[in-house]
């Protein structure tokens, strides 16, 4: 007896020892480094391939110097130092292929491949060598509209002065503004960014997510109150979340982080079906506002299989957003809640059909009538904070000097697509805002509207 609870005291010990051999902070800490790896891939891979799909070559450094910069922590402080390396076709002559990001010796590097149909993915941790095939050409879209930069009038050049300083927030950077009154075109360019300049568009993604959901509902291949499919069979109670749930952030569903961050799919080469499809049900569909990628993700995923048929390129180049890139995981799902890379013309294109009522410019409708109204109406529970929300839009109806009918598309690192239906104003803000620096969009709003009253 005395030898068996010796044995068994030694078994207990070296048990513990083996598990304390990794501290969940040494795990933490190394699942940081891939993941910044990875981030580091995915966007030297994106940032690259799309301005050269659309003729305006960046320089790494330029890439290094904006996208890479201002991240959020604990990322910030690895990307800036891992190795890396940028593979082209034709022995290093051609199109880039692939970035490769080294971030352990012990495991293979992260890799972001450019896919032929556009845009990156991320591979998955711990994907061995590089085994698919190079990346086809790519070139720019005949036909494209060249902008040039504008004389302003003073009182809007004065706002966008101010935006292009810091008048709006405190270590804000803006890349561009462009917008729209009256049909009549305004804009101003951040060295080195053009019209041509592709940025990812974060967040902005889901409203042009919502968008694609209207364009299968007026085809016919959609319902916005039908279930989304969520769930293992019909018995499961997340088929009672629909796709209306989903556009408003009111599926009910549990996130793991307030505001829902999906870094194993966007960073760590996570599938969209593995990550964001089946979180348990924690409150009843409808009764709580919770923002959550893995809602649009799932939304979007409710409309794909009409994508065969009409994929997200076909709609964009209809609208005139052809220089526009919505980016998959290896799977060749979209990632629509954020990976998404346009340009500031073409998200103006966007709030343009939003002021015309989903018809375009040759009389042809290709959203449903009412669904401006459907997707800037706060009809589902509402957040705190200076905003209301729609069906996959934010509403300004909270802001003071702002018309009531002002709606929005709001991404991460101060993405904006302000539209206002009473004034036929389209408003456009890019920027590469670092983590802890907010701008002010409310405040910008009502000064360019009044710079125009005047």
């Known amino acids: 007896m005395i030898r068996t609870a010796l044995a068994a005291t030694a078994l207990l010990a070296a048990s513990s020892a083996f598990a ?81 990001v080294k971030w352990a010796d012990d495991m293979p590097n992260r890799i972001a491949w450019h896919r032929e149909e556009g845009g990156c993915s991320l591979s998955e941790l711990g994907e061995a060598s590089p085994t698919r095939p190079e990346t086809l050409p790519m070139f720019p879209e005949e036909g494209m509209v060249l902008y040039h930069s504008r004389i302003n009038p003073p009182a809007l050049q004065r706002v966008f002065g101010g ?7 405190e270590g804000t950077r803006t890349t561009a503004i462009s917008m729209s009154v009256n049909g009549r075109q305004y804009w101003q360019y951040r060295e080195p960014f053009t019209a041509f ?49 989903l556009l408003r952030m009111a599926s009910g569903r549990y996130s793991d982080t307030p505001g829902n961050r999906t870094d194993p799919l966007y960073f760590g080469g996570g599938s969209v079906s593995e990550t964001a499809l089946d979180w348990p049900l924690v409150h009843p569909p409808g009764s709580v506002y919770r923002y959550a990628n893995n809602d649009t993700l799932a939304a979007v995923a ?8 009409d994929p997200p390129k076909a709609f964009f180049d209809r609208v005139g957003m052809s220089a526009t890139i919505a980016e998959t ?22 709030g343009q059909l939003y002021l015309d009522d989903g018809v375009l410019p040759d009389g042809t409708r290709i959203l449903p009538e009412g669904w401006v109204e459907y997707v800037s109406t706060p009809s589902g529970p509402q957040p705190d904070g200076p905003f209301g929300y729609g069906a996959g839009f934010w509403l300004l109806n909270k802001s003071e000097g702002i018309p009531s009918d002002t709606f929005a598309a709001m991404g991460n690192r101060g993405q904006f697509i302000i539209i206002v239906p009473s004034l036929n104003v389209v408003i456009v803000r890019r920027g590469e805002d670092p983590a802890g620096s907010r701008f002010d969009i409310a405040s910008f709003t009502r000064d360019v509207l009044e710079s125009i009253a005047d």
């Open 20 to 100: 304390q051999s990794t501290t969940q902070e040494e795990i933490d800490a190394r699942y940081d480094r891939a993941l910044a790896a990875g981030y580091k891939a995915l966007f030297l891979c994106s940032a690259l391939s799309s301005s050269e799909t659309f003729g305006v070559p960046r320089s790494v450094e330029s890439v290094e110097e904006w996208e890479l910069t201002g991240i959020q922590a604990p990322l910030d402080a690895i990307v800036p130092e891992l190795e890396y390396e940028i593979f082209r076709t034709r022995g290093g002559a051609g199109v880039l292929s692939r970035v490769e």
């Open 302 to 309: 409710a409309i794909k299989d009409t994508f065969e048929l």
């Open 197 to 245: 300049t592709p940025q990812r568009t974060w967040s902005v993604a889901k409203s042009i997510a919502a968008t694609l959901v209207g364009a299968a509902v007026y085809r016919g291949e959609a319902d916005v109150n039908a279930s989304a499919g969520l769930g293992l069979d019909a018995d499961d109670p997340r088929r009672s979340i629909t796709i209306d749930h």
């Open 329 to 350: 995981d290896l799977a060749g799902d979209y990632i629509l809640s954020s990976q998404v890379w346009s340009t500031a013309p073409s998200l103006m294109a966007l």
């Open 163 to 169: 935006a292009m300083l810091t008048n709006y927030g």
